[in-house]
């Protein structure tokens, strides 16, 4: 973009000249821009008539003139900024910062939260961190997931608030009476992000390869076959009656991207550009439910985890704030919840070096209130587990003081409030007699049983979206924790109990079912919640609709901006 240009040989004038008048030459300017005395006069002329400058020549071959740069750098790189998001260039946009990443936030500031950018309403985010490719099979980020669900739809969906799997792609749906076949009527007229038909053979091609794959595999191994009895249906047959099918295809892992391109998907919004700097979505022009009130949604990455402080979005990860500069006097907590989702210790069976009464006194001692309320937390970011979910009671502890082996070793994951656990845990243990190594993984989801093989204790955070007892039936089947903790004996229990769980056609009695299961491991001390997060989203007064999700984020689909008033 030429302005882009002029703007970088105004940096190199601004350079030498600073931004008081002074006396020089064409012929000192030429050697600044490294070009002839000719093209000086050119872009002298071309930047006083954008006045940026002002120059004041005197007649004469090697004579004196006067320059003077009328507008600090920083001050127009932001004038420029306005102008390209005001008209929704958002690419030459991103160049712009591209050239000064380390003035990110200062360019950004006067333009986040809700705008009107050619008279379309934008919604612009300031995030903390890079976010990763948003294929839903390899996501980790409570962020990434939010999107993912934005960006993707299924057979089935979840609504914000509600637990019961709604119609998405499909819809209605059909179960036969033995449970065994499942059929889901598709909406006629779907189309992807790019504008082409979504046929059902389509479909039926991802959720074959969701079949295979060894991430959500053993989450569809019900189904014996998916066919397609007409062109807008899809029929499953199952070896076995599965009463979480449709909330099955309502997770994450089964969101049905394109077969062949699988950033295009077919949700509310469509991924428009991505790159470290900016993620841009635009409204699906297409999309077969309700159609969402915003045009675009923007990411800015404005920071890195050590410059937290720059941006007020980045407070913390679960503490999101969108407005502008001039209006964080008026923003206020509009959403608030306590997540459902836990950070939890679990106890490595396989080890066998802690009975049931030391993994329960130890997991007694870890849930003290003394050992939580001591970390250098913020306060009210937290609160301590009272239970697995709502109507899921944990044991009573273990209070009389049990001896420990000499020795243990912890593992433990992001989030960064695990880190000062793992420390406090340490401490503790160091007093009861036990030396405790701790070691902690890079990374959200963990990878192997190898890297549990000579751990003893295990933190870690388990998300859980808008149906819980679905994602937890989900996590003891996926999750590679449980193949890595449990003794093979316990595996083929776990297994055996889901699989008659699942039978169950009844909701009630079939989350009643789970919860028995949950209560025995957690009578066994092998695993236990410690503390909720406490999700918070705040917004001026222009940015409405804003609905607080599982996940702690907000309905894209659902949030409006007030057009303007002037």
């Not at 819980?468 to 595996?491: F, G, K």
């Amino acid at each position: 973009m030429r302005l882009l240009q002029r703007l970088s040989q105004y940096q190199r004038l601004n350079q030498f000249a600073g931004d008081e008048p002074i006396s020089t030459t064409v012929a000192e300017l030429a050697s600044v821009f490294c070009c002839s005395e000719r093209h000086v006069r050119t872009l002298l002329t071309q930047l006083q008539a954008l006045k940026w400058l002002e120059w004041h020549a005197t007649a004469g071959r090697g004579k004196r003139a006067r320059l003077h740069c009328l507008i600090p750098e920083q001050q127009l790189r932001a004038t420029l900024m306005q102008q390209l998001l005001k008209i929704g260039d958002h690419q030459n946009a991103l160049k712009l910062a591209e050239r000064d990443p380390s003035h990110l936030n200062e360019l950004l500031m006067p333009h986040l939260g809700g705008q009107w950018d050619s008279d379309l309403p934008t919604l612009r985010i300031p995030y903390y961190r890079t976010l990763e490719p948003i294929v839903p099979l390899t996501l980790t980020g409570r962020a990434e997931q939010h999107l993912a669900h934005t960006i993707h739809a299924g057979l089935t969906r979840f609504v914000t608030g509600n637990p019961i799997p709604q119609p998405d792609l499909a819809h209605h749906w059909q179960t036969s009476s033995d449970g065994l076949r499942w059929q889901f009527l598709l909406r006629s007229d779907l189309r992807w992000h790019n504008g082409q038909p979504i046929s059902a053979e389509q479909l039926v091609q991802t959720l074959e390869h969701l079949r295979s794959h060894p991430r959500c595999g053993s989450f569809l191994d019900s189904i014996e076959q998916i066919s397609l009895p007409h062109a807008l249906c899809l029929r499953f047959t199952l070896k076995r009656p599965d009463y979480w099918l449709a909330h099955r295809l309502a997770d994450m892992l089964c969101l049905l991207p394109h077969p062949d391109f699988a950033e295009i998907g077919a949700g509310p919004f469509r991924q428009i550009s991505s790159s470290d700097m900016l993620i841009r979505l635009e409204q699906h022009s297409s999309y077969h439910l309700h159609r969402p009130y915003l045009h675009a949604i923007e990411y800015w990455i404005t920071s890195s985890p050590d410059q937290l402080s720059v941006a007020p979005s980045c407070q913390h990860p679960v503490k999101i704030t969108i407005g502008q500069y001039e209006e964080l006097d008026s923003v206020r907590p509009v959403q608030r919840s306590t997540s459902v989702g836990f950070c939890y210790i679990a106890i490595n069976q396989k080890r066998g070096k802690l009975t049931e009464i030391q993994r329960r006194y130890l997991t007694t001692l870890i849930r003290e209130e003394n050992t939580l309320n001591q970390l250098p937390i913020e306060n009210g970011l937290i609160a301590r587990s009272s239970e697995m979910l709502s109507g899921w009671p944990l044991p009573e502890p273990t209070t009389e003081p049990v001896s420990l082996p000499p020795k243990l070793t912890l593992l433990y994951h992001p989030p960064a409030e695990l880190t000062a656990l793992s420390e406090r845990l340490q401490e503790r243990l160091a007093q009861a007699g036990c030396e405790l190594e701790v070691r902690f993984h890079d990374g959200k989801r963990w990878e192997s049983r190898e890297q549990f093989e000579d751990v003893d204790i295990v933190l870690g955070d388990r998300l859980i979206g808008e149906s819980p007892e679905m994602a937890l039936e989900n996590w003891l089947r996926v999750d590679i924790l449980w193949q890595a903790i449990l003794s093979h004996t316990e595996q083929l229990q776990c297994r055996a109990v889901l699989d008659d769980v699942q039978l169950i056609s009844d909701e009630t009695l079939r989350h009643y079912a789970l919860r028995d299961y949950y209560a025995h491991l957690m009578q066994q001390g092998i695993i236990m919640p410690l503390f909720n997060y406490q999700y918070q989203i705040s917004a001026p007064p222009r940015v409405e609709g804003v609905i607080l999700t599982a996940y702690g984020w907000f309905d894209f689909s659902q949030a409006w901006v007030p057009a303007p008033t002037d």
